[in-house]
């Protein structure tokens, strides 16, 4: 599994696709009222802290006021206000329509220039950027739905500048199926069980589940060229402190590869 020659086949990985996009088409309001509620939170807060301090820390990085991130699998929006506020040009790409829209209504409802932050359609594995176009990719609960995740590693490296950085946050939610209808998964409580079901069975579609994560990211970023990779397993403990109605039983952890000049 750790070869860069990861295989599935296309009629599956199309299937899954299209799974996962009719799921997050039915979760699209819900999830857009708990990212909003999310980044009217003290977690917002904790977020922007880690992550701004993150890009400060890279050299390459930190002189610039205004980065061009592309967040991949931008969901509701909620990267694109974090960052907008920062300052810097965001742009989010999502399979799924619905999100899309719901992304960009977030940024109307906050006000952010539209010109430097928005929202398009685009597939994670295969994104219709040129080479080198980003100082920074940044994406959230997204790898772990990838039929090919490899593929979109080699491709989030390909269009990142010469010291650029990769920034994933991620977990073992497929391991950790069984806690979709657990009293502790507070952030799923209110989806009804026939979602729950839908999600539990994309999750066994998937051939990442049966990865030991993040140790297979670390392995497979530095194959593909990254000249740093540093993972954090105790990111998710600083961010979700409370056990409110943002909090999974999961953990999650943090990657950050640096692609050298």
């Given at each position: ?26 979760r ?23 992550i ?13 006021k205004?980065?061009n ?8 929006g ?14 989010g790409v ?29 597939d ?35 269009i990142?500048?010469k ?13 950790g ?51 740093e ?23 999650m ?6 692609k050298?000049?």
């Amino acid at each position: 599994m750790g070869e860069l020659h990861y295989i599935a086949f296309e009629d599956e990985a199309d299937n899954i696709k299209e799974k996962v996009e009719s799921y997050w088409t039915k979760r699209a309001e819900g999830f857009f009222e708990l990212r909003h509620d999310e980044i009217e939170s003290e977690k917002a807060k904790r977020w922007t802290s880690e992550i701004d301090a993150l890009l400060k820390s890279y050299p390459a990085l930190a002189d610039k006021k205004n980065l061009n991130i592309l967040d991949v699998g931008c969901g509701a929006g909620f990267f694109e206000i974090i960052l907008g506020r920062l300052g810097h040009k965001v742009t989010g790409v999502d399979l799924t329509e619905d999100m899309i829209n719901k992304a960009n209504e977030m940024i109307r409802i906050y006000g952010l220039d539209a010109d430097k932050v928005k929202a398009r359609m685009g597939d994670a594995e295969s994104l219709d950027f040129d080479s080198e176009t980003f100082d920074v990719i940044i994406s959230r609960n997204l790898t772990w739905t990838l039929p090919h995740p490899i593929e979109a590693y080699k491709d989030w490296y390909r269009i990142l500048k010469k010291g650029g950085l990769l920034i994933n946050f991620d977990a073992e939610y497929a391991k950790g199926a069984h806690n979709l209808k657990s009293p502790e998964n507070l952030a799923h409580k209110d989806i009804d069980d026939a979602l729950k079901d839908e999600c539990h069975d994309i999750y066994h579609m998937l051939t990442i589940s049966m990865l030991d994560r993040p140790d297979w990211d670390l392995r497979i970023l530095k194959e593909i060229g990254f000249t740093e990779v540093v993972i954090d397993e105790t990111f998710g403990d600083r961010i979700f402190k409370e056990r409110d109605e943002f909090y999974i039983p999961d953990k999650m952890f943090s990657i950050k590869a640096y692609k050298g000049r």
